[in-house]
């Protein structure tokens, strides 16, 4: 199947500063992408998605940017927080919503 | 607010036991999942069903089945449990086919975290 991958599992960050959570993908027949937040005991929560035919699109402090050309995906979060302290994925998808999943990517936010 | 109700969140089986896990959405949704989550895994898709009565493998079926006799409920089945699937197993719902869903995106559940001993 295809493969999501991202490129840091762990990411430390001031609280106050901006966050970046990086994600590649395999597969450049997707065209729909999500990021979720899944804190601990707890399922993934949606938080932004995109389509393959936008190449960037904003939240509520946050803001997601797709490159088509290097299939890379990335969430930015503004003014991060701590209770942003979570595990982040990306995902990508096509028909029937049938979604890829990375592994994750661990945000600590540092008082 | 939408909302995706796993019937249990944690479950303990014994080996050769068969497990019913239940899951049911309240946003009239077409695609139900089931995943399971694994530590350095990722969440990988066990079962999909994208209407009543029908159902499409995953990327890991095997020891798995699935049932879809209502819209709104979708249950995954094991047939004979064994330690390797302990794990955390979470439904998830989205609306109909990507070019009608308006980017909704694919809703989770909290979760079941099954333990087989």
């Known amino acids: 199947g295809e493969s999501v991958g991202l490129h840091l599992p762990t990411l430390s960050v001031q609280e106050g500063d901006n966050s970046i959570i990086n994600c590649a993908y395999s597969?450049?027949?997707?065209?729909?992408f999500i990021w979720y937040k899944q804190e601990s005991g707890k399922g993934p929560q949606f938080i932004i998605d995109i389509r393959s035919n936008m190449d960037k699109r904003q939240g509520q402090r946050v803001t997601v940017l797709l490159n088509k050309t290097v299939k890379h995906l990335s969430l930015q979060i503004a003014a991060t927080q701590p209770g942003d302290s979570a595990v982040y994925f990306c995902?990508?998808?096509?028909?029937?919503?049938?979604?890829?999943f990375g592994s994750g990517t661990k945000l600590n936010v540092k008082p | 607010d939408v909302k995706v109700t796993q019937s249990s969140r944690y479950l303990v089986k014994r080996t050769g036991e068969k497990v019913f896990l239940e899951c049911v959405q309240d946003?009239?949704?077409?695609?139900m999942f089931w995943y399971r989550q694994d530590p350095g895994l990722g969440l990988r898709l066990i079962y999909f069903?994208?209407?009543?009565?029908?159902?499409e493998k995953g990327d890991i079926p095997e020891g798995y089945s699935v049932s879809r006799e209502k819209k709104e409920r979708f249950s995954l089945i094991l047939e004979s449990a064994s330690t390797n699937q302990t794990s955390m197993y979470l439904c998830?719902?989205?609306?109909?086919?990507?070019?009608?869903?308006?980017?909704?995106?694919?809703?989770f559940g909290q979760g079941t975290r099954l333990t087989v001993v």
């Open positions: 946003m009239d949704h077409e695609n």
């Open positions: 995902a990508e998808g096509n028909n029937f919503n049938k979604f890829y």
């Open positions: 998830a719902s989205s609306p109909g086919v990507f070019g009608s869903s308006g980017g909704m995106g694919t809703f």
């Open positions: 597969n450049s027949a997707s065209d729909y």
């Open positions: 069903s994208y209407d009543v009565k029908m159902k």
